[in-house]
């Protein structure tokens, strides 16, 4: 029997993410309800601070995706509140949101990730800042928001022509890495324990933002069908991480693996310190595999927080 609390759940906001942020939050909140809680639903307007206040919670889930539930500037709102909360606190939240800032954090201690260069999107009109294949994505958004894959045989042009649809005409900076072919890996990671490797295999295209919250667009195999060693490895590299960036609760760490090349093949690509909780996310998934219902992950979510 749990104990009842006052949880209060922060989703919506305004980031790009908002409408997936909306679907988990809901879901979390269900959940806790079920579960004896008394619940309330904020969806996130500059007001957060007030309802919080006279919320007045023992404990905030923050159901949030993207800036600024994910960047540090909610949690650190929360910190000067006084108020305990789910999932990553400020400093881990704006190293892991920022993908090169991340890599300056983990390579060093051994995690192989893709090299990787800041350029400005200006210049992609003039020249090709690596050889191609090459993939663009923003510096700091989430679920492969603005992520492009430049190929030789695409019709982007030689260099990016201006008009060309893209994330170059969105964000004045990009982050350029070599493109890795091969098999698109997750490993979810629950406190101090690493759930379960899953292949995730689009039915077209790349695992892009439609891919992960689309039904029927991409097919889950969890357990990944990988060699066991492959398997151990991705899940000892995506715990190193959580522990190495100070996340609590509960993070998702998403690969590569270049199925040629064996172990050298493997590329950790990010570290997710506020992965999705909607009937298509990940994390849920791999609880269930290892016996964990959806509300028993809410519940031991809520534990670590308190």
Known sequence: MTTPL?????????????????????GVADALETLG?????????RDVALRLAEAKPD?????????????????????LMG??????????SVIAIDKQLTKQALVPHGIRMPLGTVVKSESLHDRDP????????????????????VTESGNCGHPIARDAHGPWQVFETLLAEP????????????????????ELVPNSGFYDYEAKYTDGLTTHICP??????????????????????????????????DDERGEAGLYLLEVNTQPGMTPLSLVPEQARYIGMSYAELVQAIIEEAL
């Open 6 to 26: 006052h949880v209060a759940v922060l989703m919506g906001g305004w980031s790009a993410e908002r409408e997936v942020s909306l679907t988990s939050g809901n």
């Open 37 to 45: 809680h008394k619940v309330t639903r904020i969806d996130m307007g």
């Open 59 to 79: 404990v905030v889930f923050n159901a949030l995706h993207g800036t600024p539930g994910e960047d540090g500037t909610v949690q650190g709102m929360l910190d």
């Open 83 to 92: 108020l305990k909360y789910t999932h990553s606190g400020l400093t881990t």
């Open 130 to 149: 690596i050889p191609r294949p090459y993939v663009l994505k923003p510096i700091n958004e989430g679920s492969s928001v603005g992520v492009a894959i």
């Open 179 to 198: 493109f890795i072919r091969g098999r698109e890996l997750t490993v979810a990671v629950l406190g101090d324990r690493a759930l379960a490797v899953t």
């Open 224 to 257: 990944a069908e990988i060699p066991d060693h492959i398997a151990r490895t991705a899940m000892q590299m995506a715990l190193d991480a959580h522990h190495l960036l100070g996340c609590r609760g509960t993070s998702r760490s998403d690969f590569r693996w």
